[in-house]
């Protein structure tokens, strides 16, 4: 079976750090990815992780712990166009076609 | 701009009454995606290309189908739809490879009255 978790919703203060967490349970596993998608709009990338550690993206940052079936996204300096829900996708597999699994989605409140 | 560009942005249709859904890319990628997102769901992948090589999800009902008729372009037809295949319908793009990052249209919305 396969299980990707996320909370459902947060909240944060604009200037402040967020962290959003997501746990996976997926039969296999081959890359770990992190959406934001605003409201009626597509999903657009943030970031990929398939080796342990943190990968830094400007504001962005993306966590990955493979043995513990763990990865968090961490925006740091909130604005108020961060407000979205992001999603993290576990590809599953080798193979060329990148099949993604996506959890619900964590929608990210940013207050002023 | 490259992109993945999805027509129309809001399909009504009729209960019973076929309809299709049309993306095309510009980007030149192997594979093209269709997900079904449901409202505060995750997008569910209903099937995928790679070049002509069509891979449908166990869980995809019948009522969904699809084509490919080049590189460009993908088609989603629904034979039957229900009031439960009301949903944004995304179409995505990716490279083959190991890395493959997912490139969304901006979806259409579909409505079943």
């Known amino acids: 079976g396969q299980n990707i978790d996320q909370p459902t919703e947060m909240t944060a203060t604009e200037g402040a750090i967020v962290q959003i967490n997501c746990t996976y349970q997926?039969?296999?596993?081959?890359?770990l990815f992190w959406y934001q998608q605003h409201a009626g709009e597509a999903p657009t990338f943030l970031s990929y992780?398939?080796?342990?550690g943190l990968e830094e993206k400007g504001r962005f940052s993306s966590f990955l712990s493979r043995s513990k079936g763990y990865s968090y996204l961490l925006l740091k300096e909130l604005q108020m166009k961060d407000s979205a829900s992001y999603l993290c996708?576990?590809?599953?597999?080798?193979?060329?076609?990148?099949?993604?699994?996506f959890g619900t989605g964590t929608l990210l409140a940013v207050q002023p | 701009d490259a992109m993945v560009i999805q027509n129309p942005r809001y399909q009504v249709t009729q209960f019973g009454k076929p309809v299709t859904l049309s993306c095309s890319q510009t980007?030149?990628?192997?594979?093209m995606y269709w997900y079904q997102q449901k409202s505060s769901q995750a997008p569910k992948l209903l099937f995928h290309?790679?070049?002509?090589?069509?891979?449908n999800e166990a869980d995809t009902p019948d009522n969904f189908q699809s084509r490919r008729p080049n590189t460009s372009f993908c088609f989603l037809d629904i034979r039957s739809p229900g009031l439960g295949d009301a949903a944004m319908y995304l179409c995505?793009?990716?490279?083959?490879?190991?890395?493959?990052?997912?490139?969304f249209g901006p979806g259409t919305r579909l409505t079943v009255t």
């Open positions: 995505a793009t990716s490279t083959g490879g190991s890395f493959g990052e997912q490139y």
């Open positions: 997926t039969s296999g596993f081959n890359g």
């Open positions: 992780n398939v080796l342990d």
């Open positions: 996708a576990v590809r599953k597999g080798g193979g060329a076609t990148n099949k993604l699994i």
């Open positions: 980007l030149n990628h192997n594979v």
């Open positions: 290309y790679y070049d002509k090589d069509f891979n």
